[in-house]
């Protein structure tokens, strides 16, 4: 067994020692927690390890984990090892990851500079192996604390399974043919990059325009509002894609289509039946699209108008609107107006006060079994 399989063992080992979820802030699960790490062979001398275990000794609520934070974010040596609570990751909680960085275009870094850090996974423990982990976040350590300058970490090699598992089947399956021409049949590596193209761009919109993350996430955690400001910056990032010019035509158009067929159709057939935030994204770019003639449904297949780049352009500017009256209007108000919008393209039920599926996309999902 070498030292890393070791690592992940004894991690594991020490996560199945674990009570139930909402213990995990207790002062005696954290020395117990304490005890386990400082008895194990291999993980105690992990700088990461050594670090949570600074952590973990000095915690109390609202207390940052510096000593985990400043190891992850000097990039020492690839390791990212903490105690994680986050309830979108049910499968996070003592958990270890190594990582190798993807390359990037130089002009994307420069010019949509954030701290995300795509990357693939070189070994993890065990609640990193679950499919829905794609990207950790530093709100999602037991701290619950994101500073901007903090990185965020994207998992492109999940990225690409899951495009090859559910959006590729669904490309031909309810588009029109001839729809997304370069990222149809793309190689893993061209899904690879643009995703990761995808990634950076996403970050870095999210702390752009008039109520940024993370300063208005709190205002944003509501699922619709989620949903909006994930839309928001996927929306931002396709614009960027198409009008560039420094980036590389080819590329960018690709990684244009790939985030368009990602967010118009794969994360429209997630969480049915009830939709995440993620679905609800999705359900209002198809409504918002449809009534602004960016798409027309013919029959069970989608076709796409060359005018999406121009209703994507649209939506944006309403969004830039209501987002900007932040400076007139209390945050509660200027939420009020967003949800007014997003209801407006997407089907809330006021009984249940939830969001619920299109039937077209549940059709489909079991259609495709996806």
Not at 10 to 25: K, N
Not at 119 to 148: C, K, M, W, Y
Not at 228 to 236: H, I, P, Q, Y
Request: glycine fraction near 6%; proline fraction near 6%.
């Amino acid at each position: 067994m070498d030292d890393m399989a070791e690592v992940y063992a004894e991690v594991d080992a020490v996560r199945r020692t674990l009570g139930e979820r909402a213990s995990f802030r207790e002062p005696g699960t954290l020395r117990e927690l304490t005890r386990r790490i400082e008895g194990t062979t291999a993980l105690r001398r992990t700088p990461a390890a050594e670090a949570l275990l600074a952590d973990l000794r000095a915690y109390e609520p609202g207390k940052r984990f510096d000593a985990t934070k400043a190891h992850i974010n000097g990039r020492r040596d690839g390791h990212v090892f903490s105690l994680f609570d986050a309830s979108y990751f049910p499968k996070l909680s003592l958990d270890y990851l190594a990582y190798s960085e993807l390359p990037a275009d130089a002009h994307l870094v420069e010019r949509y500079a954030s701290p995300t850090v795509p990357v693939t996974l070189t070994g993890h423990s065990a609640g990193f192996g679950s499919r829905v982990v794609v990207a950790l976040f530093p709100e999602n350590h037991l701290d619950g604390i994101q500073r901007p300058d903090d990185l965020v970490f994207y998992f492109i090699d999940k990225f690409v399974e899951r495009h090859n598992r559910v959006t590729r089947r669904m490309i031909p399956a309810v588009t029109a043919p001839g729809s997304f021409p370069l990222i149809e049949g793309a190689s893993d590596a061209c899904v690879r990059q643009a995703s990761s193209w995808w990634v950076r761009l996403h970050e870095y919109h999210h702390r752009q325009g008039d109520m940024p993350i993370p300063e208005f996430l709190p205002a944003k955690k509501y699922k619709p509002l989620a949903g909006l400001e994930e839309l928001r910056v996927d929306v931002s990032a396709m614009l960027a894609l198409l009008h560039d010019d420094a980036l590389p035509r080819e590329e960018a158009r690709t990684a244009y289509e790939y985030v368009l067929a990602e967010r118009l159709l794969r994360y429209a057939v997630e969480g049915i039946p009830r939709p995440n935030y993620d679905a609800v994204a999705s359900q209002l770019l198809f409504g918002y699209l449809r009534e602004h003639e960016g798409i027309r449904l013919n029959g069970d297949t989608i076709e796409l108008s060359p005018e999406i780049p121009a209703v994507l352009a649209a939506f944006l500017e309403e969004i830039r609107r209501i987002e900007h009256l932040i400076h007139e209007e209390p945050v509660a108000e200027v939420r009020r107006h967003l949800i007014e919008f997003t209801d407006a393209y997407t089907d809330f039920d006021p009984v249940a006060r939830d969001y619920r599926y299109l039937p077209f996309f549940a059709d489909v999902k079991k259609k495709l079994g996806v």
